[in-house]
């Protein structure tokens, strides 16, 4: 794999979400999308859309007998040190809609959508596994925290007290359909040995009857698309002078911060000995923390009563600049023999 290789998925990678998103907003202006449209839309992809993504994306995984510990730990210690830090960048702004927002664009990315062909690319079926594996891990807590993120400063007056913020935050997180979609899909992967147990003519069946699993597939293959085009939709322009400082933290932590503590953390300790990742591990980091806010990011905020019209500039705008820090992450673990 060459660097112009290299460059060119990361463009790949990235110009079909920005093209999506201008189809959205262009739409938008020729009165194909109605405020209503996109309110609609919005909702029935977080309620619908990427609820059945996730569970596909988990389902997918044979078990969890595979798992490597210290990678598994070492990216939860991460993310939970990236949400730590994100309540800094979020008290950098007054608006209590915005702190959530910049809060759960430091920690999130698009993992779930350019993890595997990023993965593949640079380690091939160890960088796929390695991916498919930490997404058990990472998936759950990204929507645990992003519910809680999304909770926390928005609570209504009368649950302004710290008890009350945090029951919100817990029943949100049980009645998120995006938390729901994760254990179902965990719950799946479970079963799958009592499945294989049962009588032959039993398993025989099930394995015809492959009719609900396509269409679950077809649901969660227009998750992104719809999502993006909602996305566009609601698009403002004008805004990104108003937002200018809220977007550059959030650019700042997404695509500076998360990849140099996520990356730049694993490539230290592996030097020192302390662990020992292979090149799929590494592969699977570059995907998981050199990648733009998350498109799941920006529908959730704007469901749950935050600034999602902040939340959408985020995508937008780490999704355009991350081209550059996925390729620099890339070079410079090639460099050091790490991919």
Sequence with gaps: MDLLSILLFATNSILPVILLAALGYFLKTRGF???EFLRIGNKTVFRVLLPVLLFTNLAELDSFSELKWDAVLY???VVALLFALGLLFAGMTPDRRQKGVLLQGVFRSNFALVGVPLAQLMAGER???AVALLSAFTIPLFNVLSVVALTVYVGRESEADVQ??????VKGILRNPLIIGVLAGIGWVLLKPLVGQMSPGVTAFLGKCTFVGTALEYLARASTPV?????GGQFEINSVRSLRKQIGLGVLGRLFLAPLLGIGGAVLLQGWGILQFDNG???????????PAAVASAVMAEEMDNDGQLAGQLVVWTTMLSAGVIFGAVALLRGLGLV
């Design 33 to 35: 999308f109605t405020g």
């Design 127 to 129: 960088g796929v596994q």
């Design 281 to 291: 591990i590494f592969a699977a980091l570059i995907s998981l923390f050199a990648t």
């Design 227 to 231: 999502a993006l085009l909602v996305l």
């Design 75 to 77: 990216v939860l210690a």
């Design 164 to 169: 009350g913020r945090v029951g919100a935050a």
